[in-house]
């Protein structure tokens, strides 16, 4: 007969401090760290070591830090906060990105003006046929818009990691300029701190880049950085060229935490605004933890941080073939659901995950923890934690000789959107026992996320095959991920097949079981919990074929995926096929990096607009009606149709088939107009203002190759219309003025 045993540690893990502080709400992720926190400290274990392994803590000089994002009141005491060693590096709006010593947490309670924490916690990342199908090259070439683009004047920021700065793709085309103008090394405590930023390294110039040549293992980076702005070069023909191959970039290798992500964010639109130079940040990460509702402190950061010229694109999630998603509306009845059903007894650590629960605002529910062998029996129950009595606990169920530790965190009344959360977390259950989350409530909807390890794990009413009465299982609804799919303002991407065979290296055919132009079967869902339609558009990201990182050992000859190696001065640098929306997004930012190009002054809703107005409908997507579709958004990207509406999106009727280049622009005191053509001929110049007033205005001759250097000095910031004509001559081109 089995011996089976319960222990509630109250006593061991209750964090000695007061948690909340008058005026101040922790989150239940919050809470959770500082109890992970009290077990490390409780056990005589390391706490900052132990606490790495589940928070991304940094170390600063001698001291110990996590980030946190914090909402503060006016009149918020900074003095305070410098006094207890509390950082301060991305302020957008209220919303504040902030480095807190592990030992200030009790003092924070002293210091007026903040009214939410939000501690980081570690974010995933979201893992060539495709630029023809959605009319890139078109638009490269010039062919159906008003001029060719190649991301000239734009800056594209990767948030991401496993960079190498030595790759060919990220010089330009004729391998002579490297155009990554500088990386912030968000976990490298070697070199210069960007400046206004208190944590990593910047480096800066091709050849203190070329000397770090990466920052460290791992590819992903490298891959999106390559589909959204890689120059294709040493490849014949160009053949593996990103999106926008003549885009200035920006890499933020990051710590994968909202802090991070955030100021991340800020850092790329810091540069490029002093550059004169819009800017699109790419953001392939995500995570479950969080409202799904836009109200989250990162989401509330990119809202405030974007703007004309700021857009930022996140990807969807990879999680659309996974049911972790459950929604339920209570009426004082009882649900239950499998949240967990195998453990590797060789790897306890890597047996752990959270599922986040939010009810509706001005409600109340509750929560409890069982475990059953594998046959779905009953063995152990934990009492219910209710959302209104602010838990904060952590226990063991004890069984046999194995055991699993559990946390249960959570707030009666979100700051943010007044809702009813816990935060459940299991860990280190060694057999292959199984977890069951029982919830009850008399009035709320509640919606849970299985965050699992980070990407998603499924909720099932069902073990080996067999319906379980009185269980509810997930669904793959509002499975767009909470860091690139719910803030207000972000482009959604989801992804769709273009290419489902490709041959590697060794001419091995590789496949998959999607059929092109069909959805992939991974591309996360919608809607926001609030009700609006995610994605906003779909892209290919079924095997792209990208840049990859020459540190990493993984993509070599031998590897399945590695599609093409090239060589120069003795190195050697490869290539290979990924997927995932962590794709998708890199075209969609190299399309608006386009777009960006066309009409500097775009911000994120008109962005949305276009691509959604301009979007392709097929067979596939079917009819998609004007509200989008919470699976297709409002269809497949078209770049051609984007970029011109873009272009046109002051009323300008452009006509740019007449070999007149102009740069830079957006412009500064002057552009230049560069004559292409093969002949001279003389042209009237007249400059108008948005209302049509013709504020100046030159004759030229022209001779051919030759360039004019158009004064702007005296004219005020703003869209202005230069109109070219004389002979067979006619043309009318946006220029932006900005100082």
């Known amino acids: 007969m089995k011996t089976i045993r319960i222990y509630l540690l109250l006593a061991m893990y209750v964090i000695a401090m007061p948690l909340v502080?008058?005026?101040?709400?922790?989150?239940?992720?919050?809470?959770?760290?500082?109890?992970?926190?009290?077990?490390?400290?409780?056990?005589?274990?390391?706490?900052?070591?132990?606490?790495?392994?589940?928070?991304?803590?940094?170390?600063?000089?001698?001291?110990?830090?996590?980030?946190?994002?914090?909402?503060?009141?006016?009149?918020?005491?900074?003095?305070?906060?410098?006094?207890?060693?509390?950082?301060?590096?991305?302020?957008?709006?209220?919303?504040?990105?902030?480095?807190?010593?592990?030992?200030?947490?009790?003092?924070?309670?002293?210091?007026?003006?903040i009214e939410y924490v939000d501690v980081d916690w570690r974010i995933s990342k979201r893992l060539d046929n495709a630029t023809t199908e959605s009319k890139v090259k078109q638009v490269q070439a010039g062919t159906g818009v008003t001029r060719r683009c190649l991301g000239d004047s734009v800056v594209i920021g990767i948030i991401d990691g496993g960079f190498d700065y030595t790759h060919p793709t990220f010089y330009d085309t004729s391998g002579s300029r490297l155009r990554i103008l500088r990386v912030w090394e968000q976990d490298n405590e070697t070199g210069p701190k960007p400046s206004g930023f208190s944590y990593g390294t910047e480096i800066v110039g091709s050849q203190d880049l070329l000397s770090k040549k990466n920052s460290g293992s791992g590819n992903h980076g490298s891959h999106v950085a390559g589909i959204a702005g890689g120059s294709g070069?040493?490849?014949?023909?160009?053949?593996?060229?990103?999106?926008?191959?003549?885009?200035?970039?920006?890499?933020?290798?990051?710590?994968?935490?909202?802090?991070?992500?955030?100021?991340?964010?800020?850092?790329?639109?810091?540069?490029?605004?002093?550059?004169?130079?819009?800017?699109?940040?790419?953001?392939?990460?995500?995570?479950?933890i969080g409202p799904h509702d836009g109200t989250s402190l990162l989401d509330q950061v990119i809202d405030n941080l974007v703007g004309e010229g700021r857009i930022v694109a996140g990807a969807a999630g990879n999680e659309g073939d996974t049911p972790l998603h459950l929604q339920y509306s209570f009426s004082g009845d009882t649900i239950m659901t499998f949240v967990a059903f195998e453990f590797d007894e060789n790897n306890p650590d890597f047996n752990t995950g959270k599922i986040d629960q939010w009810g509706s605002a001005n409600s109340d529910f509750s929560m409890a923890i069982s475990i059953s062998d594998s046959s779905g029996t009953l063995l152990l129950t934990t009492p219910f934690y209710k959302a209104s009595d602010n838990p904060n606990f952590q226990g063991v169920l004890m069984i046999e000789d194995d055991s699993l530790i559990y946390t249960v965190t959570g707030v009666a009344s979100n700051a943010l959107n007044q809702k009813p959360n816990l935060l459940t977390g299991i860990s280190r259950l060694k057999k292959n026992y199984v977890v069951t989350l029982i919830l009850t409530s008399s009035n709320t909807q509640l919606n849970i996320w299985n965050d699992g390890q980070g990407v998603g794990a499924g909720l099932s009413d069902m073990l080996d095959g067999v319906k379980f009465p009185g269980y509810i299982a997930g669904d793959i609804n509002c499975t767009v991920g909470e860091i690139g799919g719910t803030s207000k303002k972000i482009i959604t991407v989801g992804a769709y097949t273009t290419k489902h065979t490709f041959v590697n290296i060794n001419g091995e055919t590789m496949t998959s079981s999607d059929p092109d132009n069909a959805l992939a079967y991974f591309s996360s869902r919608g809607p926001t919990v609030d009700g609006r339609t995610k994605p906003e558009i779909t892209a290919p990201g079924e095997m792209l074929v990208s840049s990859v990182n020459s540190g990493d050992p993984k993509y070599t000859e031998s590897n399945d995926n590695t599609v093409m190696k090239v060589e120069q001065g003795g190195s050697k640098w490869y290539f290979a096929a990924m997927q995932g929306t962590s794709m998708a997004t890199p075209m969609t930012t190299g399309i608006i990096a386009l777009m960006l190009q066309a009409n500097s002054k775009l911000g994120p809703e008109r962005v949305k607009q276009l691509l959604q107005d301009n979007a392709r409908t097929d067979t596939?997507?079917?009819?998609?009606?004007?509200?989008?579709?919470?699976?297709?958004?409002?269809?497949?990207?078209?770049?051609?149709?984007?970029?011109?509406?873009?272009?046109?999106?002051?009323?300008?009727?452009?006509?740019?088939?007449?070999?007149?280049?102009?740069?830079?622009?957006?412009?500064?005191?002057?552009?230049?107009?560069?004559?292409?053509?093969?002949?001279?001929?003389?042209?009237?110049?007249?400059?108008?203002?948005?209302?049509?007033?013709?504020?100046?205005?030159?004759?030229?001759?022209?001779?051919?190759?030759?360039?004019?250097?158009?004064?702007?000095?005296?004219?005020?910031?703003?869209?202005?219309?230069?109109?070219?004509?004389?002979?067979?001559?006619?043309?009318?081109?946006?220029?932006?003025?900005?100082?």
Not at 49 to 60: A, C, E
Request: hydrophobic share 45%; net charge positive; aromatic share 10%.
């Open 620 to 739: 596939f997507t079917g009819v998609i009606p004007p509200s989008g579709s919470n699976i297709w958004g409002w269809g497949k990207i078209d770049t051609q149709k984007s970029v011109q509406a873009a272009f046109n999106v002051e009323g300008v009727a452009s006509h740019d088939n007449s070999g007149i280049l102009v740069y830079p622009n957006p412009a500064h005191e002057y552009v230049y107009l560069k004559n292409s053509n093969q002949a001279a001929f003389p042209a009237v110049i007249s400059v108008r203002n948005i209302s049509g007033v013709t504020v100046k205005e030159a004759l030229y001759y022209w001779n051919a190759g030759e360039s004019y250097r158009l004064d702007l000095s005296g004219l005020s910031d703003g869209m202005y219309v230069v109109t070219l004509s004389g002979g067979n001559l006619l043309a009318s081109i946006k220029v932006q003025v900005c100082r």
């Open 21 to 113: 502080a008058q005026n101040v709400q922790f989150s239940a992720n919050t809470k959770a760290f500082l109890l992970k926190a009290e077990e490390l400290s409780a056990m005589k274990s390391s706490v900052t070591s132990g606490l790495s392994r589940y928070y991304p803590v940094m170390t600063l000089g001698a001291k110990n830090y996590i980030g946190a994002l914090i909402k503060v009141l006016p009149g918020i005491d900074l003095k305070g906060l410098e006094r207890v060693g509390v950082m301060v590096n991305t302020r957008a709006g209220d919303i504040w990105s902030v480095k807190i010593p592990l030992d200030a947490f009790e003092a924070l309670k002293g210091i007026s003006g």
């Open 233 to 288: 070069y040493l490849t014949p023909g160009a053949q593996y060229r990103g999106v926008a191959p003549a885009a200035d970039l920006i890499f933020v290798s990051t710590g994968e935490a909202a802090t991070s992500i955030a100021d991340g964010i800020n850092y790329v639109f810091q540069q490029a605004a002093a550059l004169w130079k819009p800017a699109v940040v790419n953001m392939s990460l995500g995570s479950h």
